[in-house]
């Protein structure tokens, strides 16, 4: 029997039949965005759900890792350290959140008025953002020294308190020393979103409320505050996403210690690489997502209402 | 034992003339082409060799170390690389080679890492090899080869000890002979008594590491010099809480009270206490010798007024355990026989007579004591012979087991002592806590 290579001619039509114009515009459609898509799957899904099994796995590195439901859960909530992690982790993410949205606007609004040198100041206070993370806490670490430490030194110096202060070596001052440095490295992200929100509110807003007699903290919540909300809203949600994962601000200077004092969460889960047991590390990243959703469906049903 | 270091010729002069001699020692091996060639019997040319060395703080011996594996793959066709990695992230870099499965051919791993790494079959088994190399240098310590016995968890051996590390006691003689003090401390109560003496701001006086990091680590020694244990003699139930350990937390505390300690060292990371004792912050460190060789190199006066002595003893004794380093070859490596080769010819005499007058080990053959570098001349080397004769196997009297590995790389007994003085928790409370947390561990081997 003879095979043609060729399709016949009623098989043809069919083809020329579904591959209509709109049919072919969405199948281009489709080309074009799935590399994105595999893209996506392959560097965001696919770790996602990796990371997600292997929590509920007893997998430790160069091991298979059997199923084991919620016992690496179970570990954790036993454990003193697991819970100081949860405490700190959202103590650092709300003070440092607050403290740079505070300072971030302040300083907003200075640059905003008209000031000598303002284009200089406005590049300069970007200068903490710029610099790497590593050189910033470490220099840092160096300032907190309780010997030899800068901020001893004003202080004995300066005569405004004679004894050195451990700054990092003890409960009560570590964790405010910790926030202090993640505010500094961090509020240039809060200064520079607030100040393009505030110059992108029209001006004749703040005429129309002289006009009708509105004073200083009255144009600030009448006209500022509403015209910088939404920028605020994603700016909370990203600096909190970011607060809560990073990890080089409590490493670089106190380790998590001392004891338990900062031990935030991605601390812990390098703990428990350090130690092979790549399913507990697993979890305590997973354990994270709960708090982490709470807030993003917060921030983003806010800015719904927003929309709305 | 004390050492005043009254010789430090041959370690002295390591920054000026440690590289030449690292070159003239690479360059002798290089012309010696017979002892290049002597271990491989095999044909190996054309292939490929990536080995992972571990960093140490002499930069002569790391040299040494990438030259003499790199004249050795010449010699015998090999294409090497050697990538010299900071021993501080072998850890991590090994864990994430291992889930990625880009291991190297070879390399040099510490022993918590080759316990835990052997178990779950990373490396492959060395024991003809071991056998051969302790045969040809009059065997092994037994203590190293106790310590690095894999056989029951990996069937075999899967590393290769070349050197031996763990702690010295380094103390400031100039500050301590000026309160009168001119022998070092017996035990761990002279210890903080000497270190009280001396310490007036800015100088602590004992600067031992309560952090979560390696060198916290040192606190379980003296916890087991106390008598306390891990866990029992099966290496199975934990025994962290008893009375022995409550008189541990006892001495702890009560020098902590004392101010002894220099502030910060509860949140030290791997270098706090050589910085300590390096700007004069802390007259008394327990250190691998690293300091000693910063010391040397960077500050000559003050490594003149630097005493080396063993760790002090307590109520059961001196526990100062020794730590083997080896080498080791993943199952993963596909040139396993060149491997094999270079991992003999790197234990020839020939090159770890020169490797140890500069790098900071102990000898882990019984021949190798005759090496000019433990001649007695040099104050740390010394110390090291010391530490491998006389002291203590790894987590000794405990089991040295994947459970114990575990433990320790989790800081159990600085997390337990942080609970006491920084904390506050009486000795009741942190020894619970403790002994709860090793026992989870233990209970997942």
């Known amino acids: 029997m003879e095979i043609s290579a060729a399709p016949s001619g009623t098989a043809r039509s069919r083809t020329r039949r579904w591959m209509t114009g709109a049919r072919r515009t969405q199948l281009f459609a489709y080309a074009l965005v799935l590399p994105v898509v595999a893209l996506i799957i392959g560097l965001v899904a696919y770790p996602f759900f990796f990371a997600l099994w292997v929590a509920f796995t007893d997998r430790v590195v160069g091991g298979g890792g059997n199923w084991i439901g919620l016992d690496n859960f179970r570990y954790l909530a036993k454990t003193a350290i697991f819970t100081a992690a949860i405490r700190n982790t959202i103590i650092i993410v709300l003070a440092t959140d607050i403290l740079k949205f505070a300072i971030g606007l302040s300083l907003a609004l200075l640059v905003t008025q008209r000031i000598p040198a303002r284009g200089f100041f406005r590049s300069f206070l970007m200068l903490p953002w710029a610099m790497p993370a590593f050189v910033a806490f470490l220099t840092w670490r160096v300032l907190y020294q309780p010997i030899g430490g800068g901020l001893n030194l004003i202080l004995t110096e300066t005569g405004l308190y004679p004894h050195v202060i451990d700054w990092l070596g003890q409960r009560s001052t570590a964790m405010p020393s910790v926030i202090a440095a993640s505010v500094w490295r961090g509020f240039p992200f809060w200064f520079i979103s607030i100040l393009a929100a505030l110059q992108s509110i029209p001006k004749d807003l703040y005429e129309a409320a002289r006009v009708d007699g509105a004073n200083a903290w009255e144009r600030f919540k009448m006209v500022t505050f509403p015209g910088i909300r939404h920028v605020v809203l994603i700016t909370t949600l990203l600096s909190s996403i970011w607060t809560a994962n990073a990890f080089e601000h409590v490493w670089l200077l106190t380790q998590g210690g001392p004891s338990d004092a900062t031990m935030v969460f991605p601390v812990l889960a390098y703990f428990g690489m350090q130690t092979q047991r790549i399913g507990e590390a697993a979890a305590v990243s997973v354990a994270m997502l709960p708090i982490m959703a709470i807030l993003v469906i917060i921030v983003t049903s806010a800015m719904q209402r927003d929309d709305d | ?445």
């Not at chain 2, 791997?270 to 010391?295: H, K």
């Not at chain 2, 459970?403 to 920084?422: E, G, H, L, T, W």
């Open chain 2, 1 to 445: 034992m004390d050492r005043k270091n009254t010789s430090p010729a041959s370690l002295g002069r390591i920054s000026r003339r440690g590289l030449l001699s690292s070159a003239a020692a690479s360059g002798a091996l290089i012309a010696g082409g017979g002892l290049l060639t002597r271990a491989g019997a095999q044909d190996f040319s054309g292939s490929k060799l990536t080995y992972w060395g571990g960093l140490i703080f002499a930069d002569a011996a790391n040299q040494l170390l990438v030259d003499t594996i790199t004249a050795w793959g010449a010699a015998n066709g090999v294409e090497t690389e050697v990538v010299m990695i900071n021993q501080n992230e072998t850890v991590q870099k090994v864990s994430a080679a291992v889930e990625a499965g880009t291991m190297p051919d070879a390399l040099d791993v510490g022993l918590d890492l080759l316990l835990l790494m052997s178990k779950q079959g990373v490396f492959v088994t060395l024991d003809d090899l071991y056998e051969k190399v302790g045969a040809a240098q009059g065997g092994w310590y037994e203590a190293v080869a106790l310590a690095t016995d894999t056989t029951s968890i990996a069937g075999g051996r899967t590393g290769l000890p070349f050197g031996v590390s763990g702690n010295l006691l380094l103390r400031r003689t100039d500050l301590l002979e000026e309160a009168g003090l001119v022998a070092p401390p017996e035990t761990w109560d002279e210890l903080v008594e000497q270190a009280a003496l001396v310490t007036k701001s800015p100088v602590s006086g004992l600067g031992l590491a309560l952090s979560n990091v390696g060198d916290g680590n040192v606190q379980c020694s003296i916890m087991q010099s106390f008598g306390g244990r891990i866990a029992d003699d099966a290496g199975k139930k934990v025994t962290i809480k008893s009375e022995e350990t409550r008189a541990y937390l006892a001495w702890l505390k009560d020098a902590w009270d004392k101010g002894v300690f220099p502030p910060g060292n509860a949140t030290w990371d791997g270098a706090g206490d050589n910085q300590a004792y390096l700007s004069g912050q802390a007259a008394f460190i327990a250190n691998t010798g690293s300091v000693g060789i910063a010391a040397q190199k960077d500050d000559p006066e003050l490594f003149e007024v630097t005493g080396f002595s063993s760790l002090p003893a307590g109520p059961i004794g001196t526990i100062s355990p020794i730590t083997p380093q080896t080498r080791a070859i993943p199952a993963t490596s596909g040139n396993q026989a060149a491997a094999m080769a270079l991992l003999e010819f790197l234990s020839q005499p020939e090159f770890l007579s020169q490797y140890y007058s500069l790098a900071i080990y102990g000898p882990v053959l019984n021949d190798q004591k005759a090496f000019p570098a433990f001649d007695g001349s040099d104050a740390i080397h010394s110390g090291l012979l010391d530490l491998v004769e006389n002291g203590t196997a790894p987590g000794w009297p405990d089991v040295f087991n994947t459970a114990f590995a575990d433990a320790y790389s989790n800081f159990i007994v600085p997390k337990m002592a942080q609970r006491v003085v920084i904390d506050g928790w009486d000795a009741e409370r942190a020894m619970n806590e403790a002994q709860e947390q090793a026992q989870a561990i233990y209970d997942k081997y």
